[in-house]
């Protein structure tokens, strides 16, 4: 099965380059070499709901388009249900989507960040105040504007400066350990266990 997964992002050429291989690089950390998933960054978060419907609607035999984004929010129904009843998504689920063509960032892509904190360390360096993080058990029940606030917090005082989404996102998100994230979020580990499974 040739997976393609449609994501929030990008926007530029640049940044669309550096989506592609920061995920690329995480799915063969993630023993996804054989059939490698393929990224395809839409921009905006509305626009990438809209290419995936167009290319579930259009997809081939042994072709699986899947639509990853970030909840923004505590994630309390299934995933078609809550991007339908958050405000402003209102998305309905299309003709001949099933749970597996939907996947959260629960609840932001930075949470995904927080939960390896040692790649954190490795990539700000030795001023990286660590501390600042929040101390969370469940990691996705921490609310999006406390996983930036945080990461800025922590950073700021580093040589990279404070956390910025268009120069550091890409970067950080490359040089994750799947096993770590899963470990610590259960919509990721549901993720890449569904990219594994399908992939094979």
């Not at 690089?25 to 059939?35: G, H, N, Q, V």
Request: net charge neutral.
């Amino acid at each position: 099965m040739r997976i393609k997964v449609y994501v929030e992002g990008g926007g530029n050429r640049n940044l669309d380059r550096e989506c592609r291989k920061a995920f690329a690089a995480l799915f063969e950390r993630a023993d996804l070499t054989s059939r490698k998933p393929a990224v395809i960054p839409c921009g905006g978060r509305r626009s990438t709901y809209d290419d995936f419907c167009t290319a579930l609607r259009k997809a081939i035999s042994g072709e699986l388009p899947v639509l990853l984004v970030d909840s923004e929010g505590p994630v309390t129904a299934p995933a078609w249900q809550h991007v339908r009843n958050r405000p402003g998504d209102g998305w309905e689920r299309p003709d001949g989507a099933t749970d597996d063509h939907l996947h959260l960032m629960v609840q932001v892509m930075e949470t995904w960040f927080l939960a390896d904190r040692e790649n954190l360390v490795k990539y700000y360096g030795s001023d990286f105040h660590e501390n600042r993080l929040p101390n969370t058990v469940n990691l996705e029940d921490c609310p999006k504007q406390t996983v930036f606030d945080s990461l800025e917090s922590a950073s700021r005082d580093t040589s990279k400066g404070r956390y910025n989404k268009g120069s550091h996102s890409f970067r950080i998100l490359g040089e994750l350990s799947p096993t770590t994230i899963e470990g610590a979020l259960p919509h990721a580990k549901q993720f890449f266990d569904f990219l594994r499974r399908e992939s094979g």
